[in-house]
């Protein structure tokens, strides 16, 4: 399985996937595609083979008619590799459960700043 990860994840979460060592993961801005935003960003994947897609961006689902696309897409709630490591395992059967057009959110949690005032 071909797998894209968004430019707005963490690089960190390619090794992650990696370590798994079943699907071949790459990111958007290795395969040129770091300025393209979502529906040529998911045009370019689609042509490219890509099987899965992988982001940060919950909205996508409201943004992209997803029942005409040939990927699936996996939108993960946190996109800093601290909070996302601990969910690398849950990420993962979430891409290798996805069929084409379908869209799955990952809760990893959220970030939050502490108020100073805290």
């Known amino acids: 399985m071909k797998v894209l990860l968004d430019h ?15 699907h071949e993961i790459v990111t958007a801005s290795h395969m040129g595609w770091g300025e393209l935003k979502n529906g040529e960003l998911l045009r370019a994947a689609e042509s490219d083979g890509i099987d899965v897609f992988v982001t940060g961006d919950r909205s996508l689902a409201h943004e ?20 996302v490591k601990d969910h690398v395992p849950r990420i993962l059967a979430a891409i290798e459960s996805s069929v084409p057009g379908s869209f799955k959110e990952v809760d990893c949690g959220l970030f939050s700043r502490k108020n100073s005032s805290d």
Request: proline share 6%; aromatic share 6%.
């Open 8 to 22: 707005n994840l963490p690089h960190k979460l390619r090794t992650g996937l990696g370590m798994f060592g079943k």
């Open 64 to 83: 992209q008619n997803l029942r005409e696309l040939r990927l699936a897409i996996v939108a993960l709630s946190a996109n800093n590799w601290p909070i």
